[in-house]
Nanobody
Framework: QVQLVESGGGLVQSGGSLRLSCAAS????????MGWYRQAAGKQRELVAE????????EHADSVKGRFTISYDNARNTAYLQMNSLKPEDTAVYYC???????????????WGKGTLVTVSS
């Protein structure tokens, strides 16, 4: 089985910073993409940032460009989301997502973490 384990959420004041981590473990064979989505109360889940593991290309939502940065550590199969200049509207549950081929099933699937809460106070 493939697991995604997130860490780094919490409570921070407006203008502050947090770093989220997402580690892929278990029967990981190939990781194609890793990314972060978020879902605020009463809203739909939206893409925050994504990294293509093969070439390191990244994509960030317009709402976080210049403030958030996604990165990836190949040796650790871990993606990071550095969040700076946080705003109250960034408050949400942040979910890690990964497109992975499993060693055991040899199938390529979409995996999700359980989510980590980020709360930005004004």
């Amino acid at each position: 089985q493939v697991q995604l384990v997130e860490s780094g959420g919490g409570l921070v004041q407006s203008g502050g910073s947090l770093r989220l981590s997402c580690a892929a473990s278990g029967s990981v064979y190939i990781i194609y993409t890793m990314g972060w989505y978020r879902q605020a109360a009463g809203k739909q889940r939206e893409l925050v940032a994504e990294v293509l593991v093969q070439n390191g290309r990244t994509e960030h939502a317009d709402s976080v460009k210049g403030r958030f940065t996604i990165s990836y550590d190949n040796a650790r199969n871990t993606a990071y989301l550095q969040m700076n200049s946080l705003k109250p509207e960034d408050t949400a549950v942040y979910y890690c997502n990964a497109d992975i081929t499993s060693k055991t099933t040899h199938s390529r699937d979409d995996y999700w973490g359980k989510g980590t809460l980020v709360t930005v106070s004004s």
